[in-house]
C-alpha cells in the first residue's frame, strides 16, 4: 500500500582515510598554519560578509574567516567528526575567539535550518571533496545555500602535482599507493583538477580558478613544517595502504625513512599546490 510518503535518498559513506588520532590532529593544525594566509588572500574578504564553512575540521580557517568579516560578519561551521568539533570548540575557547558558531553535521546533508538556505553571501569547503564518494552533491548543497550572486569556493587537492627534488628513493612507490589508498574507497585523489567542472555540474557559474603554492625549500624558516606534513600525512595513510596491498610494509618504512633523511637536504625542495576555484550562484 503507497502511504504517499517519499522515503529520503540514502547519504553515500564517506570515509576519511587520515582517522581523528592526537597525531592527525596536530598534523591538520600544523596543515592550517601553513596555509591559512594563502587561502585568505585567495577568498579576499571585505568585512560583513555570511559565510558557511563546510568541514571545518579544527575551526582555525573558520575562526580566520570570521576575523576577516569582522563583527558585522557571520560564520558557521560544520563538521561532521565530533572529536574535530568538540577540539575545535576547545581551540576556540583557549583563543577567546567564539565568533564562529559550530554544527554536528555531514555536508552531503547539512544541517541548515530552512530560512538558512539560500542567504550565505560565501559558502567553502577545503580538503573536503577528496574524501568523498560524491563531490558532487557537497557542491550542489554548497550552491543552493549561498543567495543568487553568491560566491562558492572549492580547494582540493591534485595529488598527481607532487614533486620533490633531489628524488627520493622508494618515494614514487609509496606516493602512488597512497593516492591508491583514495580510490579503493571510492575518493578521489585528483579532485581538484575537476573543481570547475563541479561547480558547473551544480548549477554554478565558473568565474575564477588559481593555484596556491604549499611548498618550500631547505634554508626557508617554513620548511620542516612542510616535509614534517608530508611524513605524516604518508605515515598517518600506512594500515590503508598496507590493507589494500597497494605496498608492502618494507617498502613502506623504507620510503619514509628515505623521506626522513631527505627532509634534512641542505638542497630540498617541496613543490605543490592546492587546486583553488571560484563560482558564482546565477542571479
Not at 591559512?36 to 579544527?58: C, P, Q, T
Not at 613544517?225 to 613502506?252: K, M, P, Q, W
Not at 613543490?271 to 563560482?279: D, L, R, Y
Amino acid at each position: 500500500m503507497k502511504t504517499g510518503r517519499r522515503r529520503k535518498a540514502a547519504i553515500p559513506r564517506s570515509h576519511y582515510l587520515h582517522g581523528t588520532s592526537a597525531a592527525e590532529q596536530r598534523r591538520l593544525a600544523l596543515l592550517n598554519d601553513l596555509l591559512n594566509e594563502g587561502s585568505l588572500r585567495e577568498i579576499a574578504l571585505r568585512g560583513g560578509e555570511k559565510i558557511l564553512e563546510m568541514g571545518s575540521g579544527l575551526g582555525q580557517f573558520a575562526r580566520a574567516m570570521a576575523s576577516r568579516a569582522g563583527s558585522r560578519g557571520k560564520v558557521i561551521g560544520i563538521e561532521r567528526s565530533r572529536d574535530q568539533l568538540a577540539q575545535a570548540v576547545r581551540l576556540a575557547r583557549k583563543e577567546g575567539e567564539m565568533d564562529v558558531e559550530f554544527r554536528l553535521g555531514d555536508a552531503l546533508d547539512p544541517p541548515l535550518r530552512a530560512p538558512e538556505w539560500g542567504t550565505f553571501d560565501v559558502a567553502h569547503a577545503r580538503f573536503l571533496l577528496e574524501h568523498l564518494p560524491d563531490p558532487s552533491r557537497a557542491v550542489r548543497c554548497l550552491v543552493k545555500a549561498v543567495r543568487p550572486g553568491g560566491r562558492i569556493v572549492l580547494e582540493d587537492d591534485d595529488h598527481d602535482v607532487l614533486r620533490l627534488w633531489p628524488p627520493v628513493p622508494g618515494f614514487s612507490s609509496l606516493w602512488t599507493a597512497y593516492q591508491r589508498s583514495f580510490d579503493r574507497v571510492g575518493n578521489d585523489p585528483y579532485v581538484g583538477r575537476r573543481l570547475v567542472s563541479l561547480l558547473h555540474g551544480a548549477g554554478a557559474i565558473p568565474v575564477r580558478n588559481a593555484w596556491i603554492f604549499f611548498g618550500s625549500c631547505a634554508g626557508n624558516r617554513s620548511f620542516p613544517g612542510f616535509a614534517e606534513n608530508l611524513l605524516r600525512v604518508i605515515a598517518g595513510s600506512r594500515e590503508a595502504i598496507l590493507s589494500h596491498d597497494l605496498l608492502d610494509a618494507a617498502s613502506v618504512e623504507s620510503a619514509l625513512q628515505a623521506l626522513s633523511s631527505w627532509s634534512k637536504r641542505p638542497d630540498a625542495s617541496i613543490w605543490f599546490a592546492v587546486c583553488w576555484a571560484e563560482g558564482r550562484r546565477p542571479s
